[in-house]
T-cell receptor, first 114, second 116 residues
């Protein structure tokens, strides 16, 4: 069945290193994707988004890459900091005709090691 | 977290109790959502309201009853819940305007619900 999933449930990185979190999707018609960060005890926080007519988008220390050929989405965090420790998950828009219905992945826990 | 607020932050209730969760958004958005987040499971969409009208009920049991009196407020009324309903309940809002190419959802901090 169609799904949005993550390759690794937990990712541990050294402080200062770059982090890459991956997400696979299977609906080729999905046109919009969002990455969220969720810290313990808090709601999901918007990080960055990308539309399907783009293959790369950059924010502050974060970059999202979209490979529509293999239906793969990744979030790159530069110079990872302790405050980046959280669960990250992607969301895929399955809505049609300009509507929005998001399917969320389970999430990857990012642990930043001092 | 001042954009979308939720109260209470924590709630413990028995199976025979009736309680309500409240969500308020201060972003001028037109759509509001209820999600359920259980451990090790993806976010599950429960209800969607667009311009105060319910546009989606994702096969949610009737013991959960939503209410949207205006575009800024959303309630989730709870009655005769089961222990398996224990979870984090998240509210979100989004602009939902046809002029935008995207419709990002912004989440509140959630209500941690425990059903005994």
């Amino acid at each position: 069945g169609e799904s949005v999933g993550l390759h690794l449930p937990t990712l541990s990185v050294q402080e200062g290193d770059n982090s890459i979190i991956n997400c696979a999707y299977s609906n080729s018609a999905s046109d919009y994707f969002i990455w969220y960060k969720q810290e313990s005890g808090k709601g999901p926080q918007f990080i960055i988004d990308i539309r399907s007519n783009m293959d790369k988008r950059q924010g502050q220390r974060v970059t999202v890459l979209l490979n529509k050929t293999v239906k793969h989405l990744s979030l790159q965090i530069a110079a990872t900091q302790p405050g980046d420790s959280a669960v990250y998950f992607c969301a895929e828009n399955r809505g049609t005709s300009g509507t929005y219905k998001y399917i969320f992945g389970t999430g990857t826990r990012l642990k930043v090691l001092a | 977290e001042t954009g979308v607020t939720q109260t209470p932050r924590h709630l413990v209730m028995g199976m025979t109790n009736k309680k309500s969760l409240k969500c308020e958004q201060h972003l001028g958005h037109n759509a509001m959502y209820w999600y359920k987040q259980s451990a090790k499971k993806p976010l599950e969409l429960m209800f969607v309201y667009n311009f105060k009208e319910q546009t989606e009920n994702n096969s949610v049991p009737s013991r959960f009853s939503p209410e949207c009196p205006n575009s800024s407020h959303l309630f989730l009324h709870l009655h005769t819940l089961q222990p398996e309903d224990s979870a984090l309940y998240l509210c979100a809002s989004s602009p939902q305007t046809r002029e935008r190419y995207t419709d990002t959802q912004y989440f509140g901090p959630g209500t941690r619900l425990t059903v005994l």
